[in-house]
């Protein structure tokens, strides 16, 4: 069994940056695959960024379209933890973003697939004021 525990979300303005953490429970958090989803009101969850386990420190990751190259997901193996690093913040950034937990996963792929994901967090608010 996984708990995950998102922190870091709140109010910014556009262009700001914030930084989301998930804390996990558990010996075998190394060995998941870690991902980052929101939903905005209204809306249907949706993907946002992942990153795959690893034996040897070479991870990828893969993010959606609509924050590539803003977004940095990144994870410490030692602390039980995944970052989701957002910059350039948009007015369309806001939802509850969650962190989830893949046991499944591949090393060298992501699944984007929410239903692949066992493992979920209860969220964390983040608003993006224009």
């Known amino acids: 069994q996984v708990q995950l525990v998102e922190a870091g979300g709140g109010l910014v303005q556009a262009g700001g940056s914030l930084r989301l953490s998930c804390a996990a429970s558990g010996r075998t958090f190394s060995r998941y695959t870690m991902g980052w989803f929101r939903q905005a009101p209204g809306k249907e969850r949706e993907f946002v960024a992942a990153?795959?386990?690893?034996?040897?420190?070479?991870?990828?990751?893969e993010y959606a379209d609509s924050v590539k190259g803003r977004f940095t997901i990144s994870r410490d193996n030692a602390k039980n933890l995944v970052y989701l690093q957002m910059n350039s913040l948009k007015p369309e950034d806001t939802a509850v973003y969650f962190c989830?937990?893949?046991?499944?996963?591949?090393?060298?792929?992501?699944?984007?697939?929410?239903?692949?994901?066992?493992?979920w967090g209860q969220g964390t608010q983040v608003t993006v004021s224009s």
């Open positions: 990153i795959t386990w690893s034996v040897s420190r070479t991870y990828y990751a």
């Open positions: 989830a937990a893949d046991d499944d996963g591949s090393r060298t792929y992501v699944r984007r697939n929410e239903y692949d994901y066992n493992y």
